[in-house]
């Protein structure tokens, strides 16, 4: 399996980006999928999960109300929309394929992080 993020980039407070996140190597429709960060000094944090129909989503508290996430399975790619960036996300971000869960433990593969920076 291969998961492969994109979309970071530099903006400023107030600002959007969307991250993009395409899966290979298994059927992708089978799986729920998150999103996570870290910032740097910090411990790796769960943003948002969507089962694997895209019925269910969760977000932390951190990012609910201000971040999206949604799932194209004809285009094995999963999203995340966030708006109104603040400097505190700055980190960088990862797509992860498993279970639709909040816990890092629940999640088997990995892609490689995508940079985000919010400028004030």
């Known amino acids: 399996v291969q998961l492969q993020a994109s979309g970071g980039g530099l903006v400023q407070a107030g600002g959007f980006l969307r991250l993009s996140c395409e899966a290979s190597?298994?059927?992708?429709?089978?799986?729920?999928m998150g999103w996570f960060r870290q910032a740097p000094g910090k411990e790796r944090e769960f943003l948002a999960a969507i089962s694997w129909s895209g019925g269910h989503t969760y977000y932390s508290d951190s990012v609910t109300g201000r971040f999206t996430i949604s799932r194209d399975n004809a285009k094995n790619t999963v999203y995340l929309q966030m708006n109104s960036l603040k400097p505190e996300d700055t980190a960088v971000y990862y797509c992860?394929?498993?279970?639709?869960?909040?816990?890092?433990?629940?999640?088997?593969?990995w892609g490689q992080g995508t940079l985000v920076t919010v400028s004030s």
């Open positions: 190597g298994r059927t992708f429709s089978s799986y729920g």
């Open positions: 992860a394929q498993g279970s639709f869960s909040t816990s890092q433990n629940s999640y088997h593969y």
